[in-house]
């Protein structure tokens, strides 16, 4: 019997294992926290399209990078582009969700970030460097990544990857936003702990910073993180949009935010599981 209430499939890989996270323990707290405004079922992101259709909002967090399983996601995006379902975050983000090619278009395209490159043969296009951060087009949580010196760079099999100089940076900076209002930020005081990280009070150039990609990618209903870093001139460049299931350190930021956090996200999918789906 349906309680009346919107219902939420909320996707997510408990046991996934990342480098200084525990994925499970922020997913177990927000699951809790939205059973408040909603009835909420968890599954594994395998399982996802076979029960989506029986829910009103799908909400994918953090399910773990989609390289690990590539048809079963194919499966869900189809059937959720074709059905029409309502996924938090909606699939139409140019950003992570779509690879990593944007990076190089951006680039090309004179926005602030990380000077990228796709190939050997563009190498005259980014600044010398004692050394080049080369990763996949489609990789995550730094599966694939490599750090190589100028010399061993030329001998690299180039096809999918991206190539970028190892910029000097004193902090890396994330900013977190939900239906791309801002909500929140956190940095990094030292680049080589990158989740050791405490709240940032950002200033409006750095808001303008971070808004300028969240208005690029579009995107409607959804998370997104913002990640940056600050170079040793004192520039903000973009090093990552996450646009499908980022990571949220909720555990990093103070009870009040955490808090306001929850409502904003239990108003947005409100809001979404309100809309009208194509046919009805």
């Known amino acids: 019997m349906s309680s009346g ?3 939420v499939l909320f996707v997510t890989d408990l046991s996934y294992e990342a480098r ?10 927000l699951s809790s926290q939205l059973r408040e405004a909603f009835d909420v079922a968890l599954c594994h992101p395998r399982d996802a399209q076979a029960l989506m259709d029986r829910f009103d909002v ?12 590539p048809e079963q996601y194919r499966a869900f995006r189809d059937h959720a582009l074709a059905t029409g379902a309502r996924v938090f975050n909606e699939l139409t983000g140019k950003a992570d969700m779509a690879g ?20 050997v043969d563009d190498l005259d296009r980014l600044p010398q460097s ?11 949580d730094s599966v694939g990544l490599r750090i190589l010196d100028p010399t061993q760079l030329r001998g690299i099999d180039d096809r999918d990857v991206l190539i970028q100089p190892h910029v000097a940076i004193d902090y890396e900076v994330s900013f ?14 030292d680049p080589a702990q990158r989740w050791q990280l405490r709240a940032y009070e950002p200033t409006q150039a750095d808001l ?3 808004q300028r990609f969240i208005d690029w990618n579009g995107m409607r209903h959804g998370i997104q993180r913002v990640d940056a870093c600050r170079t040793a ?21 103070s009870e009040q935010r955490r808090l306001r956090f929850v409502r904003q996200l239990t108003g947005a999918l409100s809001e979404l599981a309100a809309t009208d789906l194509p046919g009805r």
């Open 5 to 7: 209430r919107p219902s």
């Open 130 to 140: 004692d050394a080049y951060v080369v990763k996949p087009k489609f990789g995550a």
């Open 100 to 119: 990593k090619q944007y990076l190089v278009d951006l680039c090309r395209a004179g926005y602030p970030v990380v000077p990228t490159v796709e190939g």
């Open 58 to 69: 799908v909400l994918v967090r953090n399910s773990g990078p989609v390289i690990y399983y």
């Open 233 to 253: 001139e004192g520039t903000l460049l973009l090093v990552e949009l996450e646009d499908l299931n980022p990571y949220l350190s909720l555990d990093s930021i």
């Open 208 to 210: 303008d910073f971070a």
């Open 20 to 29: 200084g996270r525990r994925y499970c323990d922020e997913d177990i707290y």
């Open 176 to 189: 977190y936003f939900i239906d791309r209002t801002f909500e929140y930020a956190l940095y990094t005081p």
